[in-house]
């Protein structure tokens, strides 16, 4: 019998001319809704895209990237016009002329449509109204994601693949779930308005700048660095490792057969390891070099270290743990791609499908009006955010999961983090305070940016009746969310019957690093093992050289499709009445962002590869010394007419009237001479005239922004992106807020700050599970609840 999808009979128009809108727009094919693109006649520019510089061989063919993002959606280039009548989403990237504006004044008065504007900047702001001309690079330089990575002294490098656009589509898809929600609710319309550049900075390395924010500045930010260990060769190819904590490195230690150096002070600090980086690399090297790939997992793994091998556009699909788990399915024209990732039992989601050609549904599409069921809610609820009313119990830590619950919150779900006093969120003790400071733990710079908004219960689950009290909050709630590996929640007794014994109606979404199966099941991974094993490590770096991690971004990219999976499960909960159990996997979530590489070998046979600061699309394209200490201009010509200006400005005449640089692929071919004539000149420049002088003449420009400077960006000023909050411990500083907006909400995302540790056990116990003052003072003596972690 075949299940439903979330969003079936959901009805979606799509205008896009890049990945965010597209992305969007399949996330929601794939759980169900009918999506229709509005192309131009020629057809949506990404049919032509490439990162292999492969081209179809025959019109109405598309590119590989175009199949992935676009399969199973319908094609008008005519008569869109009518289906704006009762269309419940809109998205839109504002190409061809559709922007957030021209949409509305397609829709009849009173539309409950939601209508997702995703654009570089968001619909207001300086940069907005300056329409400065960017791509994917040039805002990976504002964001503070080019300055964070490379040596200290060398040249800072991207993060290759795109990876920004995909961040703002799934940020879009995720806004756009909950918009809907309200709009059914209420009967009302919304607006999103998602800025690219602000996602970026929040998932790309601007989320350090915070800790410029705090009081005495924080511990500083970090400098441009790569990580240590990371990816090192071995007798047979490439692997990655992570050592988040203390343990971990120690761990690490053993693995290379230097236990001698556990109690070394300076290699237990990254700070110590980035002064001492090529006696420890030589050391990692040597070791690795005699052992194979296969050889080196297994022996880390035992160690529980994060480590996976570096997936390659050609390997990536014959490692075992994804093999077994069928993780790579075939689209209709035989080649492989990432499945859906995330799955449950108890809904479908849909597989690959056929890729339209520009106008194949031309007046096939039909629309009729349909009977409105009047809205649920009153006047007065109509102002509550979109999740409001429902109620989570957050089992995450690190960043993947509370980016996820964070985001819930924000929206409007009342969130319980509950952590344990032997082993509290991890992020409590990193990029903080020393533990010769009092409550150091409450200074985190990451657990302080990702759990705004949330209450605070701490149990110690290793005790019974931890777990006692823990199923009784359950009974009380909508939604469980836990991101351990699965071993934990069943050591722990909280696996999916235990929490479908407490609570029929809640959902319980499961976020492992691999998945609740598979050769992998029990590993530990983070953002960096994601990147590694993926792709993603892949197509970034030089070059001439190893593969580099982009660092981070898997997080909150895998908390984004487990919330919009936690979305999708409450429509299939309120139409069935029955709780779930969700499993939606961290490298999952990874393999769908990384998938163009795949796909351009498995479809075309061609292998991209990592080009330093190039890329396809933009020719020149890098960053350049300038004038000063550590400082870089980040440039791209975008089209041909900017190439003479920009040569001019050079006082390059010649270089300007040459014929075999007229077009992208002849200056892409002559990338080494016109980098060495850019970086002639701006060497003798200061950065910000630099910038100026470049967008005068055309040319996308930025500053490679160092973090903390964010804090007074203009853009993000304007937008009140930053937003300020007062913690009990750390004082008033300045978080994040979302990367959108919503119409329906006109206050700032967060009212509280990240919770001290069991800040308000009192509150939930009495206040929810109507615990009196002596059961809670037992709790308190039998060590199942407290404010300090054990053993500090």
Not at 231 to 257: E, K, M, N, R, S
Not at 414 to 428: A, F, Q
Not at 473 to 496: C, K, Q, Y
Not at 652 to 664: I, T, W
Request: net charge negative.
């Amino acid at each position: 019998m075949t299940q439903r999808t979330p969003y079936a009979g959901l009805r979606i128009l799509e205008i896009s001319a890049g990945i965010a809108a597209s992305y969007c727009g399949k996330m929601f094919a794939d759980a169900g809704a009918e999506v229709v693109k509005i192309e131009p006649p020629e057809g949506d520019p990404m049919r032509r895209w490439s990162v292999s510089g492969f081209r179809p061989a025959a019109d109405g063919e598309s590119g590989a990237l175009f199949g992935f993002l676009n399969a199973g959606k319908k094609s008008v280039v005519s008569g869109a016009a009518e289906l704006f009548s009762d269309v419940d989403l809109v998205v839109t990237d504002g190409s061809a002329g559709w922007d957030a504006d021209a949409v509305r004044g397609l829709l009849p008065p009173g539309a409950t449509t939601v209508v997702v504007s995703i654009t570089p900047f968001g619909l207001d702001g300086p940069y907005t109204e300056a329409d400065l001309p960017v791509n994917e690079f040039v805002l990976q330089a504002m964001c503070g994601s080019i300055g964070g990575r490379g040596w200290p002294g060398e040249m800072p490098l991207q993060a290759g693949g795109r990876i920004g656009e995909w961040v703002a589509g799934s940020y879009a898809a995720v806004a756009a779930a909950a918009a809907l929600r309200r709009s059914r609710r209420t009967g009302q319309g919304d607006v999103v308005d998602v800025s690219t550049f602000e996602a970026m900075v929040i998932t790309m390395g601007g989320l350090s700048a915070v800790a410029a924010s705090l009081p005495e500045g924080g511990q500083g930010l970090p400098p441009r660095n790569l990580e240590l260990p990371s990816i090192v060769p071995t007798a047979d190819g490439l692997v990655g490792f992570c050592t988040i904590t203390a343990q971990q490195f120690a761990d690490f230690l053993v693995l290379i057969d230097r236990a001698d150096l556990v109690e070394d002070a300076d290699l237990a600090s990254f700070a110590g390891r980035l002064q001492r980086r090529e006696e420890f690399a030589e050391m990692v090297a040597s070791w690795a070099a005699t052992r194979t790939t296969a050889e080196i997992v297994e022996f880390a793994a035992a160690l529980r270290i994060p480590v996976a091998p570096i997936g390659t556009p050609t390997t990536i699909t014959e490692i075992d743990h994804f093999r077994e788990r069928g993780v790579f399915v075939k689209n209709t024209s035989g080649s492989l791609q990432p499945r859906v990732p995330y799955r449950s039992g108890a809904f479908d989601t849909v597989g690959p499908g056929e890729v339209p050609a520009p106008g194949a549904h031309d007046g096939q599409v039909s629309w009729p009006a349909r009977d409105r069921v009047p809205a649920a809610e009153s006047a007065a609820d109509a102002s509550a955010r979109p999740l409001a009313g429902l109620r989570i119990v957050d089992f995450t830590a690190f960043w993947a999961g509370p980016s996820a619950t964070q985001t819930l919150a924000a929206l409007g779900a009342e969130v319980i983090k509950v952590e344990g006093l032997r082993r509290p969120d991890g992020m409590r003790f990193s990029g903080g305070r020393p533990p010769t400071v009092d409550q150091w733990w409450e200074w985190g710079l990451f657990f302080l940016c990702n759990n705004s908004d949330k209450l605070d219960l701490t149990l110690e689950l290793s005790l019974p009746q931890a777990r006692e009290v823990a199923l009784r909050l359950i009974s009380t709630a909508d939604m469980v969310i836990e991101n351990f590996s699965p071993r934990v929640m069943g050591n722990l007794g909280l696996e999916w019957d235990a929490v479908r014994a407490a609570n029929p109606r809640a959902t319980m979404i499961r976020m492992p690093a691999f998945g609740l199966d598979g050769p992998w099941r029990d590993r530990v991974g983070f953002a960096q093992t994601m990147e590694q094993a993926s792709g993603m490590a892949w197509m970034t770096g030089a070059a001439d050289g190893p593969p580099l991690i982009p660092r981070g971004v898997c997080d909150p990219l895998a908390g984004l499709h487990a919330a919009f999976a936690s979305i999708a499960a409450f429509e299939v909960r309120d139409a069935t009445g029955a709780g779930m159990q969700v499993e939606s996997t961290m490298v999952e979530a990874a393999l769908n962002v990384a998938a163009e590489a795949l796909l351009e070998v498995s479809a075309n046979g061609r292998e991209p590869r990592r080009d330093g600061n190039r890329g396809p699309g933009a020719g020149p394209q890098g960053v350049y010394r300038c004038a000063g200490d550590d400082e870089w201009v980040a440039l791209a010509v975008l089209g041909d007419d900017a190439w003479p200006a920009l040569a001019r400005l050079l006082g390059r005449d010649d270089l300007a009237g040459r014929v075999d640089l007229a077009h992208e692929p002849g200056r892409q071919a002559a990338g080494d001479e016109l980098d060495e004539a850019i970086g002639s000149w701006s060497a003798r420049v200061d950065v910000g005239d630099a910038v100026d002088r470049l967008r005068a003449a055309g040319v996308a420009a930025a500053r490679v922004s160092p973090a903390a400077d964010l804090l007074t960006d203009a853009q993000l000023t304007a937008r009140g992106f930053w937003e300020r909050v007062t913690h009990p411990t750390a004082g008033e500083f300045l978080t994040a807020g979302l990367p959108f907006r919503l119409a329906s909400v006109a206050e700032p995302w967060f009212h509280t700050p990240a919770p001290l540790l069991g800040q308000h056990n009192e509150e939930i116990l009495t206040g929810i599970l109507g615990m009196n003052e002596h059961e809670i003072r037992v709790l308190a003596e039998e060590k199942v609840i407290g404010t300090r972690p054990t053993g500090l």
